[in-house]
């Protein structure tokens, strides 16, 4: 055995004894999106299941509007599908839900996906159902 494959064992070692809830914070995976083309419109296919593993349902139209003022156009739902005007490749829609989920998912606390958004006045608010944290969102 090398020094390194002792080291590299240890590590295993140390990453086994450790208690489970330690990755847990790593077990939400932020939804990668279905993307068609199709001349100068862009479809995100798995809009539904997306909103769904976000808890987005009932607050679709602030994810679709914030991608449309990303990208400079307009956003409409369609059967299942959210429809961007103009091109716009997967990894760009990518890099874009990604920020959103960092800034209007993820609870800053806890880091779980568990939130929603309050609106108070004119101020959003993002509330985590998992630790009951609030803070105001940009
Ligand atoms: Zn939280």
């Not at 020094?3 to 208690?19: C, G, Q, V, W």
Request: aromatic share 8%; proline share 2%; with cysteine.
């Amino acid at each position: 055995m090398t020094t390194e494959d002792e080291y590299l064992d240890s590590l295993k070692r140390a990453r086994k004894n450790l208690p489970a809830h330690v990755f847990e914070k790593s077990r939400f995976q932020i939804p990668k999106a279905e993307v068609f083309r199709e001349g100068n419109k862009t479809f995100i296919t798995d809009w539904n299941r997306i909103l769904k593993v976000l808890n987005r349902e009932s607050d679709a139209d602030h994810l679709a509007k914030h991608l449309a003022r990303e990208f400079a156009t307009s956003s409409t739902e369609d059967r299942g599908r959210l429809l961007l005007q103009g091109k716009f490749s997967r990894g760009l829609i990518n890099r874009e839900l990604e920020s959103y989920v960092k800034d209007f998912v993820l609870c800053e606390e806890c880091e779980k996906p568990d939130t929603k958004l309050v609106k108070e006045g004119r101020i959003l608010i993002k509330v985590c159902e998992a630790c009951g944290a609030r803070g105001a969102v940009k």
